[in-house]
């Protein structure tokens, strides 16, 4: 997946997500697809906090990572502002860009 993604600009569009969200995600690649971007979610490297959320992810034609190394992560959406959901989620985040930026890439 590596060499797939950030091959024109050395840039990766970083993003994080869980089952309960999954639909931000779906929005943002029909969006890139309805104006003529399709093109760019070649660079989309999307963070999955479960096997079900990547293999959705897959679904939508686009690459996710997920590894059980990351922790226990929720699959459903944070319920309020700060809750424990909310703040695992957030740590998702963080890594996410962390993890690209540590190898080297531009991120988005």
Known sequence: ARHKIAQ?????V????NLGT?????NFA???RSVGLADALNSVLVFASDKQSADAIATMGLVSYHDKALGDLPSQAATTYGDFTF???MWLKVTAVYL?????FNVL
Do not use: E, F, P, W
């Open 100 to 104: 690209v930026a540590a190898n080297g």
């Open 8 to 12: 024109k600009y050395h840039t990766v």
């Open 14 to 17: 970083s993003m994080a997500t």
């Open 87 to 89: 703040v695992r989620m």
């Open 22 to 26: 999954i639909d931000l995600v779906a």
């Open 30 to 32: 029909c969006s890139c």
